[in-house]
């Protein structure tokens, strides 16, 4: 991206990374989540196409399509849903589903303390979503600031944290 050239450092999570100019801090993959009350209510799904019968709660930017792909056994698979609600803020999702209005496909880094205090449970498993990286990206054939690469590591360093915690659970 062009842009990324104007500032010292550019942070995104995205399902594609170009390794050249960037920092890989961490790994992420998207679940399904809704409350207990939720499930409760609607039935928890234990297919993908069950998903069409209940409220979605779905993230989006205003140029994506509603289709969400997984893989499962070596096999890719996909679903259209029509979200009860789409909005491009995975934490007013998160907190949209903490009242029970839906399923949410979310990052875990989103949902993990929300899932940690049982206010969310993750269901479907067994599919397995596109990986998501969180990654930092500096100017090409430019010298790092030392400030840069000071937070850099920082940030490396609470990434690191957060991966040993959430092992250890």
Excluded: W
Excluded at 136 to 142: E, F, G, L
Aim: charged share 25%; glycine share 2%; hydrophobic share 35%.
């Amino acid at each position: 991206n062009e842009n990324d050239e104007r500032y010292d450092i550019t942070l995104r999570v995205s399902h594609e990374i170009d390794m050249d100019n960037a920092r890989l801090f961490s790994t992420h993959s998207r679940h399904f989540y809704a409350t207990p009350d939720y499930f409760n209510t609607r039935g928890i799904p234990t297919t993908i196409e069950q998903l069409k019968y209940h409220d979605i709660l779905f993230y989006s930017q205003t140029n994506q399509t509603t289709r969400i792909d997984f893989s499962l056994k070596n096999s890719v698979e996909s679903i259209y849903v029509t979200p009860k609600l789409t909005c491009n803020s995975g934490g007013f999702l998160l907190d949209f589903c903490k009242l029970g209005q839906g399923i949410v496909f979310l990052p875990d880094f989103i949902a993990y303390e929300a899932e940690q205090a049982h206010q969310v449970v993750r269901r479907l498993e067994d599919y397995q979503s596109a990986k998501l990286y969180f990654y930092a990206i500096t100017p090409k054939n430019q010298k790092i600031p030392k400030k840069t690469q000071i937070f850099l590591d920082y940030i490396q360093q609470i990434e690191s944290q957060r991966q040993l915690i959430r092992a250890s659970d």
